[in-house]
C-alpha cells in the first residue's frame, strides 16, 4: 500500500508539471494558456523589460518561468516516481525523503491555494496526502 500511495502522489506530481510543461511550449507560437486575456497586455509585457536585464522582455521571462517551473514540478515528481517503483524500501527507511515528499507537496498546495487555481492545489493536496500516509506506513 505505501508503495502504491508513493507511486500515486509521485504521479500526479508528474502529470501537473507535464501539463504545465506542455502548455507553456504551445503558448511558444500560440499563446492561449498563460497569456493576459487582454492581448494589449501581452503586447505591453513584450515591448516591457525586466530591471535585472534590458533585453530580456517580461513576456520571455515569462514563459521561461513557467517552463523552469514544469522542469521542477518534473524532477520532484520524476525522482519519486523512480524512488516508489524501484526503491520503495529507501523510502520507508528514510525520513528525509518522506519529509521531503511532505514539505515540497505542502509547499505547492500552499502556493496554488494562494496564486493558482483550484486544479494545481487539489492535485497537490491529494499529492500531499499519499506521501503523509505513505509516511505513516512506514512506521507500522
Known amino acids: 500500500m505505501m508503495r502504491l500511495l508513493l507511486i500515486t ?9 507535464v501539463a504545465h510543461g506542455v502548455l507553456t511550449i504551445r503558448d511558444l507560437s500560440n499563446p ?7 492581448p494589449d497586455l501581452r503586447a505591453e509585457m513584450q515591448k516591457s523589460t525586466i530591471a535585472f536585464h534590458p533585453r530580456v522582455n517580461l513576456w520571455k521571462a515569462w514563459l521561461g518561468f513557467n517552463l523552469t517551473h514544469s522542469l521542477g514540478i518534473i524532477i520532484f515528481g520524476g525522482a ?13 527507511q528514510s525520513p528525509f525523503l518522506q519529509v521531503c515528499s511532505i514539505l515540497v507537496s505542502a509547499a505547492y498546495l500552499v502556493i496554488s491555494l494562494n496564486f493558482f487555481f483550484s486544479t494545481p492545489a487539489i492535485g497537490s493536496g491529494i499529492a500531499m496526502m499519499c506521501f503523509v500516509v505513505a509516511a505513516a506506513l512506514s512506521y507500522r
Open 9 to 17: 502522489g509521485a504521479s500526479i506530481f508528474l502529470l501537473l508539471g
Open 80 to 92: 519519486f516516481l523512480y524512488v516508489g517503483i524501484f526503491h520503495s524500501l529507501l523510502f520507508s
Open 32 to 38: 492561449s494558456s498563460f497569456t493576459p486575456r487582454d
